[in-house]
């Protein structure tokens, strides 16, 4: 027979939270500082030349999102970030060639690990 706080347990219902009383991280934080966070209800506008960040009503001729990169920046930016190496690839990873011999102990280590079933605890 079960014990009667396991039961509970399984039939506990929370109620849905209300979204406008979920806190995120950085809000907490700025609360805990006391003071309001430097982007709560601010928002990017651009004009299709330049683009700022606002609160509050969106000018005549402006619209919501940011202004995107010409053809000629973002030719740019490619060539500066053509050549550059990945750092979180290590250099004896880089086009290593995995013999024949390496794959069969690959092979070898990997067996018996796939399908596993998990061993659970038996609750008393």
């Known amino acids: 027979m079960e014990e009667q706080w396991l039961i509970d347990l399984r039939n506990f219902v929370c109620d849905e939270p209300d979204p406008s009383e979920i806190i995120t ?4 934080w700025y609360k805990e500082l006391g003071i309001d966070a430097p982007c709560k209800g601010k928002f990017w506008i651009t004009n299709g030349i330049e683009a700022r960040i606002i609160a509050g009503e969106i000018p005549d ?13 973002r030719a740019k930016m490619s060539a500066g970030h053509t050549g550059k190496s990945k750092p979180h690839v290590s250099q004896s990873n880089r086009r290593r060639e995995v013999t024949e011999e390496t794959r069969a102990k690959m092979r070898k280590n990997h067996k018996g690990t796939t399908g ?3 061993k659970r605890r038996k609750l008393q």
């Open 25 to 28: 991280k950085p809000e907490q």
């Open 61 to 73: 001729g402006w619209w919501k999102g940011r202004k995107k990169f010409s053809n000629e920046t």
């Open 116 to 118: 596993m079933k998990l």
